[in-house]
Nanobody, 126 residues
Framework: QVQLVESGGGLVQAGGSLRLSCAAS????????GGWFRQAPGKEREFVAA????????SYADSVKGRFTISRDNTKNTVYLQMNSLKPEDTAVYYC???WGRGDYAPRARTEYDYWGQGTQVTISS
Protein backbone atom coordinates (compact mmCIF):
# COMPACT_ATOMS: atom_id res chain seq x y z
CA GLN A 1 0.00 0.00 0.00
CA VAL A 2 1.19 3.56 -0.72
CA GLN A 3 -0.11 6.98 0.30
CA LEU A 4 0.49 9.83 -2.13
CA VAL A 5 0.73 13.54 -1.42
CA GLU A 6 0.86 16.10 -4.25
CA SER A 7 2.34 19.57 -3.96
CA GLY A 8 3.50 22.40 -6.19
CA GLY A 9 0.23 23.63 -7.63
CA GLY A 10 -0.63 27.30 -7.85
CA LEU A 11 -1.57 30.24 -10.04
CA VAL A 12 0.71 31.26 -12.91
CA GLN A 13 0.36 33.27 -16.09
CA ALA A 14 0.14 31.65 -19.48
CA GLY A 15 3.58 30.74 -20.76
CA GLY A 16 4.89 30.12 -17.27
CA SER A 17 6.08 26.94 -15.57
CA LEU A 18 5.27 24.84 -12.54
CA ARG A 19 6.72 21.66 -11.11
CA LEU A 20 4.39 19.29 -9.33
CA SER A 21 5.68 16.72 -6.86
CA CYS A 22 4.06 13.51 -5.71
CA ALA A 23 5.64 12.03 -2.62
CA ALA A 24 4.81 8.65 -1.11
CA SER A 25 4.37 9.34 2.59
CA UNK A 26 3.80 5.66 3.24
CA UNK A 27 5.04 2.73 1.23
CA UNK A 28 7.75 2.36 -1.41
CA UNK A 29 7.00 4.25 -4.61
CA UNK A 30 9.70 2.38 -6.52
CA UNK A 31 7.42 -0.67 -6.53
CA UNK A 32 4.90 1.23 -8.64
CA UNK A 33 4.52 2.94 -11.96
CA GLY A 34 3.50 6.57 -11.50
CA GLY A 35 0.96 8.65 -13.34
CA TRP A 36 -0.48 12.14 -13.48
CA PHE A 37 -4.09 12.90 -14.37
CA ARG A 38 -6.09 16.10 -14.34
CA GLN A 39 -9.70 17.09 -14.02
CA ALA A 40 -11.15 20.43 -15.07
CA PRO A 41 -14.58 21.58 -13.82
CA GLY A 42 -17.36 19.73 -15.57
CA LYS A 43 -14.98 17.37 -17.35
CA GLU A 44 -13.81 13.79 -16.96
CA ARG A 45 -10.48 13.06 -15.30
CA GLU A 46 -7.96 12.66 -18.10
CA PHE A 47 -4.53 11.15 -18.51
CA VAL A 48 -1.56 13.51 -18.58
CA ALA A 49 1.64 11.47 -18.20
CA ALA A 50 2.98 8.19 -16.83
CA UNK A 51 6.34 6.66 -15.95
CA UNK A 52 7.48 3.13 -15.24
CA UNK A 53 8.86 2.14 -11.84
CA UNK A 54 12.46 2.74 -12.94
CA UNK A 55 11.85 5.78 -15.13
CA UNK A 56 12.83 3.85 -18.23
CA UNK A 57 9.60 4.43 -20.13
CA UNK A 58 7.32 7.46 -20.20
CA SER A 59 4.04 8.24 -21.90
CA TYR A 60 2.25 11.54 -22.52
CA ALA A 61 -1.11 12.80 -23.65
CA ASP A 62 -0.89 14.52 -27.02
CA SER A 63 -2.08 17.77 -25.46
CA VAL A 64 1.00 18.05 -23.23
CA LYS A 65 3.67 16.33 -25.31
CA GLY A 66 6.70 18.58 -25.71
CA ARG A 67 5.62 20.85 -22.84
CA PHE A 68 5.40 18.53 -19.83
CA THR A 69 8.03 16.12 -18.51
CA ILE A 70 7.44 13.36 -16.00
CA SER A 71 10.35 12.06 -13.96
CA ARG A 72 11.05 10.31 -10.70
CA ASP A 73 13.63 10.04 -7.96
CA ASN A 74 13.20 6.72 -6.21
CA THR A 75 15.73 7.70 -3.54
CA LYS A 76 13.23 10.40 -2.54
CA ASN A 77 10.13 8.26 -3.13
CA THR A 78 8.84 11.01 -5.42
CA VAL A 79 7.46 11.46 -8.93
CA TYR A 80 7.55 14.88 -10.60
CA LEU A 81 5.70 16.67 -13.37
CA GLN A 82 7.55 19.60 -14.90
CA MET A 83 5.06 21.78 -16.77
CA ASN A 84 6.34 24.43 -19.19
CA SER A 85 4.63 26.76 -21.68
CA LEU A 86 1.44 26.53 -19.66
CA LYS A 87 -1.87 27.42 -21.26
CA PRO A 88 -5.22 28.42 -19.74
CA GLU A 89 -6.61 25.06 -20.89
CA ASP A 90 -4.13 23.34 -18.55
CA THR A 91 -6.16 24.67 -15.61
CA ALA A 92 -7.37 21.72 -13.55
CA VAL A 93 -6.90 19.74 -10.39
CA TYR A 94 -3.90 17.48 -10.96
CA TYR A 95 -3.84 14.04 -9.38
CA CYS A 96 -0.97 11.67 -8.85
CA UNK A 97 -1.52 7.91 -9.01
CA UNK A 98 0.41 4.68 -8.44
CA UNK A 99 0.05 1.39 -10.29
CA TRP A 100 1.52 -1.69 -8.64
CA GLY A 101 4.16 -3.46 -10.67
CA ARG A 102 7.68 -3.29 -12.10
CA GLY A 103 6.84 -3.82 -15.73
CA ASP A 104 8.04 -1.84 -18.72
CA TYR A 105 4.63 -0.35 -19.42
CA ALA A 106 3.57 3.16 -18.35
CA PRO A 107 -0.21 2.90 -17.95
CA ARG A 108 -2.55 5.52 -19.43
CA ALA A 109 -5.93 4.32 -18.16
CA ARG A 110 -7.38 5.50 -14.85
CA THR A 111 -8.61 2.00 -14.10
CA GLU A 112 -5.08 0.62 -14.05
CA TYR A 113 -4.07 2.69 -11.04
CA ASP A 114 -4.42 1.41 -7.52
CA TYR A 115 -3.76 4.48 -5.38
CA TRP A 116 -4.48 8.19 -5.77
CA GLY A 117 -3.43 11.41 -4.12
CA GLN A 118 -5.82 14.15 -3.02
CA GLY A 119 -5.01 16.49 -5.90
CA THR A 120 -3.43 19.91 -6.29
CA GLN A 121 -5.00 22.89 -8.06
CA VAL A 122 -3.24 24.40 -11.07
CA THR A 123 -4.66 27.63 -12.45
CA ILE A 124 -3.29 29.35 -15.54
CA SER A 125 -4.35 32.93 -16.20
CA SER A 126 -4.46 34.36 -19.71
Amino acid sequence: QVQLVESGGGLVQAGGSLRLSCAASKGTFSLYAGGWFRQAPGKEREFVAAITWDGGTTSYADSVKGRFTISRDNTKNTVYLQMNSLKPEDTAVYYCAADWGRGDYAPRARTEYDYWGQGTQVTISS
